[in-house]
């Protein structure tokens, strides 16, 4: 039954097609599209650095990559990014710093849709940015789920008391 459950969780977390979470209108998708810029990559490029300035969304088109971070002086690996995975939605759609490290493994390549053009197509077409923000929310749940199924991270649950109430 437990399984069961987490099973129906994970689906209800599951990414969203690439073509679904980017749809808007034609003169949107125009801009995108004429702005995207491919990036090739060798096994051990450093893609981007942690606490860089981000320069746009990535969408991995082949290759395996490697997110690494390091908080509280602990170097921990946050796990692969593989062919069809949006990359930094959190950089996108927060501060505009990279929240990691990604590295390739392998010989690949990205797509990089620029920041400049995201932020003009957010103008043009705000549901866009929900979406993106909807897929970030879909994101960090897989994540949680991954560490409670590992048990890698314990879930700390606080009572009222801890709440103030």
């Known amino acids: ?12 977390v599951a990414p969203h097609p690439l073509a679904e979470l980017l749809e808007c209108p034609p003169a949107t998708g ?4 004429g702005s995207t810029v491919s990036i090739d990559f060798v096994a051990g490029d450093v893609v981007f650095s942690q606490s860089e300035i981000c ?19 602990a170097h921990l690996l946050l796990g692969p990014a593989r062919t069809g995975d949006l990359v930094e939605l959190a950089a ?13 493994q392998t010989p690949g ?13 957010f ?3 705000p549901p866009l940015r929900m979406h993106l923000l909807e897929e970030l ?6 994540a949680y789920n991954a560490c409670c199924m590992t048990r890698t991270t314990k879930a700390r649950r606080r009572g009222p008391e801890a709440l103030g109430a």
């Open 1 to 12: 039954m437990q399984s069961q459950a987490r099973s129906g969780r994970m689906q209800a």
């Open 30 to 33: 125009n801009l995108l599209n």
């Open 55 to 73: 320069r746009g969304l990535y969408v991995v088109i082949s290759g395996r990559l490697l997110r690494k971070t390091e908080r509280m002086h």
């Open 92 to 104: 996108v759609l927060g501060d505009g710093c990279h929240t990691y490290t990604l590295t390739a």
């Open 109 to 121: 390549s990205a797509l990089l849709l620029p920041l400049d053009a995201l932020t003009l197509a």
């Open 123 to 125: 103008q043009q077409y």
């Open 137 to 142: 929310a879909r994101e960090v749940s897989r």
